[in-house]
């Protein structure tokens, strides 16, 4: 589990084609690897990945074809700067939102102009993402949580304040026309599966007098 803060960032060191998938190398100068071991969790543009092998500034993890076929990640180059987040502790200050490092799909940079000091950003994202995400919710990006400023039909609209820009990718990859990896709130994911009866599995068990309804939710404070 992460919550979208990046710690820091780092680049791709290499991308080796492995038995039909990928063996991805990511090097950081930044990054605190003292508490890292085989095994870990670190969010990287995102997408949680698992340690297989590490050294004093670099860590390897295999990428399925799945993962690939589902996020960015074959956007990427050697040299490429990406986001990175060890995962969270139950001691770290929870600064962003909850985030599974779970890519749900891609979205596309539509949008890129200056706003005062800000970089007002606009992401077009996958249609069947659009209902999971609201004006003023969370999102996250590349693996970085942030406020949207409005939602319209898939367009999400965003505004990156100059450390958010200096401290991750954003000044250097989210470019027009570039990709970016997207994670709606993993919160209106449950929320669709409790409340739409229709979508659960034939081997759900239903307790009727558990089921939540959008009655309940609005009888106790979900919804206005």
Request: a negative charge; glycine letters at 8%.
């Amino acid at each position: 589990m992460f919550t979208g803060i990046i710690e820091s960032v780092g680049h791709v060191k290499s991308m080796q084609p492995v038995g039909g998938d990928i063996r991805l190398t990511i090097e950081s100068d930044d990054l605190d690897f003292s508490d890292v071991k085989l095994g870990d969790s670190i969010a990287s543009n995102g997408i949680c990945l698992t340690v297989v092998a590490m050294g004093s500034n670099y860590y390897s993890v295999d990428v399925s074809r799945e993962t690939i076929a589902r996020t960015a990640l074959e956007s990427l180059k050697p040299g490429h700067i990406v986001n990175l987040e060890k995962a969270m502790l139950p001691t770290t200050r929870f600064g962003g939102h909850i985030v599974a490092g779970h890519v749900d799909g891609v979205g596309v940079i539509s949008k890129v102009e200056k706003d005062a000091r800000s970089i007002y950003i606009e992401i077009e994202i996958p249609k069947e993402l659009a209902h999971y995400t609201a004006t003023k919710g969370s999102i996250t990006v590349d693996g970085i949580s942030l406020t949207t400023n409005l939602v319209r039909d898939n367009i999400v609209s965003l505004n990156i304040i100059p450390h958010t820009a200096q401290v991750t990718n954003i000044g250097k990859h989210w470019l027009l026309g570039n990709k970016v990896n997207i994670e709606v709130d993993i919160v209106a994911r449950y929320l669709e599966r409790l409340i739409n009866k229709d979508n659960r599995s034939a081997n759900t068990i239903s307790n009727p007098q558990t089921d939540i309804t959008e009655a309940f939710l609005a009888d106790n404070g979900f919804m206005k």
